[in-house]
């Protein structure tokens, strides 16, 4: 992961094709199996519709931390690629991007307010590498909680030392962050890097295939 994409973005766009048409899609793309997580996937956001907030944290980073873990490198032969929700879930893994793209995506299908989300890029202490996780914040002055693909518990912000962060931004703002706090504005989200690339490929679904097969 490079250090420049610290300031990318993804796309807050509303899918645009039917249920019925990602599926399809999907599983034409990537196979049955494919197509079977992808009907998973949208019969959770159909079912998740009604549940409180804190509900639909669970049901989201629980879902899709059952995924593989693998970088991009290994599965694009690619230093840094950033997979559509519809790629992530056709082929059943990605890295510690695509985990965090996908379930905020799915979090604003299901009605959470983006001021309440970030992505945040983050220093993984114990790994000693880049990372990014998706914040919930239940009130702007709130400490976040933390949707992690390493960790499978939603956690307090507080609670996890071994993250060290860096940016956050969501789907309008970047922020400069100050460890646990709210950080300070840096910037507009739509001056962003790959931004225009995602929103694109997420519109269309516009699907690819990975380089090596995992």
């Known amino acids: ?8 973005l993804l796309a807050v766009n509303v899918f645009a094709a039917s249920n019925t048409q990602q599926i399809e899609k999907i ?8 197509g079977k997580r992808a009907t998973a996937w949208r019969q959770l956001i159909n079912t998740s519709q009604d549940l409180s907030e804190s509900q639909k944290l669970k049901v989201i980073n629980d879902f899709f931390n059952q995924f593989v873990f693998i970088s991009d490198q290994k599965l694009w032969n690619q230093e840094d690629y950033w997979a559509t929700p519809y790629e992530f879930v056709g082929i059943g893994a990605g890295d510690c991007e695509d985990f965090s793209i996908a379930k905020y995506q799915a979090l604003l299908e299901l009605g959470i307010d983006d001021n309440k989300l970030r992505l945040v890029y ?20 709130a400490i976040p909680l933390i949707l992690d693909n390493l960790k499978g518990n939603i956690s307090l912000a507080t609670e996890r030392n071994d993250l060290l962060p860096i940016y956050s931004f969501n789907g309008s703002k970047l922020w400069l962050m100050k460890q646990k706090g709210q ?5 507009n ?24 097969i995992f």
């Open 1 to 8: 992961m490079t250090f420049w994409l610290l300031c990318c």
């Open 27 to 34: 599983t034409q793309f990537y196979g049955d199996r494919a």
């Open 122 to 141: 983050v220093k993984a202490l114990e790994l000693n590498q880049f990372h990014m996780v998706v914040t919930y914040y239940p009130t702007p002055s």
């Open 183 to 187: 950080g300070k504005i840096a910037g």
């Open 189 to 212: 989200a739509s001056r962003l890097s790959l931004w225009n690339d995602l929103r694109n490929r997420s519109q269309h679904i516009k699907l690819n295939q990975p380089r090596n």
